[in-house]
């Protein structure tokens, strides 16, 4: 797809090498929407410059997307897309390998990748949700 003619960080990387399964993730987990905001991260990502603060924040918020972020919220999109998926599915387990790989390339680049699932506690999840 791109013709690299310079040196590739590993977000660059991913986006290329994973290009149809970013592609069909966004588009099962976010609809056009994200459809149309990953193909502008990667266009953004196969230039020949360090990625800047607003791809590196759009790439956090794709990551969101993949890891479920916003299932919870009835009045969101994501919830929507999510309830339409077969939570056992092979397209789930696809999402979980590319959520892993895009968490090996944003380490390797030195990007932290927040996931605020991690910061709730278990218990409190369940107890708000009966």
Partial sequence: MYDFTFSTNPLQKFFHDYADAV???ALLLGG???LRRVNKISATLMQP????????C???????????????DINTDASL????LDPGGSEMED??????????????HGLPLQNSID?????DFWELSA
């Fill in 23 to 25: 592609r069909s993730a």
């Fill in 32 to 34: 056009n929407f994200w």
């Fill in 49 to 56: 410059y360090a990625p800047t603060r607003l791809t590196l």
């Fill in 58 to 72: 759009e790439i956090q918020k794709f990551y969101d997307l993949l890891t479920l972020q916003n299932v919870c």
């Fill in 81 to 84: 897309y999510f309830a339409m």
């Fill in 95 to 108: 999402i979980c390998l590319l959520t892993e790989a895009l968490e090996d390339a944003a380490e390797a």
């Fill in 119 to 123: 910061d709730v506690d278990e218990l």
